[in-house]
């Protein structure tokens, strides 16, 4: 074969066979003229499935303790509602 492979591990390349070397496949897609090819199956932009599953695990906002506190003593206390929240670290809103 033009690859410098067996005819078997063709084979199991075309059937989709994870256990074929990464650089039998570089090999095929030389032969092919298809070598830029690999570096579109390497680009994480262009994996969609991994890309919608990475954004499934990554973490949601939450709100803080702190900021939890001060909405409720905002609704129990209207007056309190109209001045300036401080916050613990310096800040004010």
Not at 14 to 29: H, M, N, Q, R
Not at 33 to 57: H, P, T
Not at 62 to 74: C, E, L, P, V
Request: proline residues 4%; charged residues 30%.
């Amino acid at each position: 074969m033009r690859a410098g492979t067996s005819a078997s591990s063709i084979a199991r390349l075309e059937k989709g066979d994870p256990g074929v070397a990464i650089g039998t496949l570089a090999d095929v897609l030389v032969v092919l003229g298809l070598l830029e090819r690999l570096a579109d199956l390497i680009d994480v932009r262009k994996d969609d499935l991994g890309l919608a599953l990475s954004n499934e695990r990554l973490p949601q906002r939450g709100k803080s303790f702190a900021t939890r506190i001060r909405k409720q003593k905002a609704k129990s206390d209207p007056t309190r509602a109209l001045d300036d929240v401080v916050d613990p670290d310096g800040a004010s809103f």
